[in-house]
């Protein structure tokens, strides 16, 4: 089967490469992409899906700085990280326009290639989520057989995690949060709490007073905004090139898709708009 033009690549290794190529390993990188079909279009999503995949990793790796400088009281730098994480949650909105640019026919050429693969079972989104927190137990059953295999996956769901960090720290500011709510079973999910919303209510109510936590709290509220973006676009993105056909892997799809973009990380900075 003729394939689709691709990046060259070394044949024989990197000896004799430019150093950028050896340091980066370049080469090596270019040769992950290996289409099953002649459609060039096949070649792109595999490319966009590891890009996905490398930001992923980029902004966890941001999410796990914050995380320990929140457990060192470092406010400021556990923000900086937080804007870091929030430019690479922008580029992994905008990589769904190159999947738009896709018609359904296009995908439909290959689709059936994918088999059980699903964008589902990405071990690095998934141990994003479980460092932000959504550590649903549905989730942790969907990639129970791969835990094992991927130590960022099992490490970002038995430590705590940043909303864990964050409810840590504001108990430490003086906020009156329950010791069970903030130390609770790192594995667990996070259910809302009225005393947490409490504590965000007045620093919103008295920023002056609360300024490091107020930045903060805008902060992550736009962590957990860009992912609902994602979220968001994603649905947008499948209803446009499958319609209601069920998804990979054995997913429900847009059904499926419609119940995950319910979900918001940090639930109390979205309930206490109301109260403001």
């Not at 430490?172 to 903030?182: E, L, Q, T």
């Amino acid at each position: 089967m003729e394939q689709p033009p691709s990046c060259p690549v070394q044949q024989n290794g990197s000896e004799g490469a430019p150093p950028y190529v050896t340091y980066a390993h370049m080469d090596r990188l270019h040769e992950l992409q290996q289409p099953r079909s002649d459609s060039p279009r096949e070649l792109t999503f595999l490319l966009i899906s590891h890009v996905k995949e490398l930001l992923f990793r980029a902004v966890l790796v941001e999410v796990d700085q914050a995380r320990e400088q929140l457990r060192q009281t470092q406010v400021d730098q556990a923000c900086d990280s937080l804007s870091r994480a929030v430019r690479v949650q922008r580029l992994l909105v905008n990589a769904w326009d190159t999947m738009t640019a896709m018609s359904p026919d296009e995908f439909l050429a290959f689709r059936d290639i994918l088999g059980e693969a699903s964008g589902t079972q990405s071990f690095m989104y998934r141990a994003l989520e479980f460092a932000l927190g959504n550590k649903d137990p549905r989730t942790v059953a969907q990639c129970s057989r791969s835990i094992g295999l991927y130590p960022e996956l099992e490490r970002a769901l038995y430590t705590p995690s940043l909303y864990d960090e964050v409810l840590s720290l504001l108990v430490r500011m003086g906020a009156a949060i329950p010791r069970d709510v903030y130390e609770r079973e790192p594995g667990a999910p996070y259910s809302p709490s009225p005393a947490v919303e409490q504590a965000w209510l007045a620093v919103y109510q008295e920023p002056a007073r609360w300024r490091p936590a107020h930045r903060l709290a805008e902060l992550l509220t736009e962590v957990s905004y860009q992912f609902s973006h994602w979220r968001a676009t994603h649905l947008l993105v499948v209803e446009r090139m499958l319609g209601s056909k069920p998804g990979t892997g054995g997913t429900a799809g847009l059904d499926w898709l419609r119940s995950v973009n319910e979900h918001r990380f940090f639930p109390e900075l979205w309930t206490v708009r109301t109260l403001l």
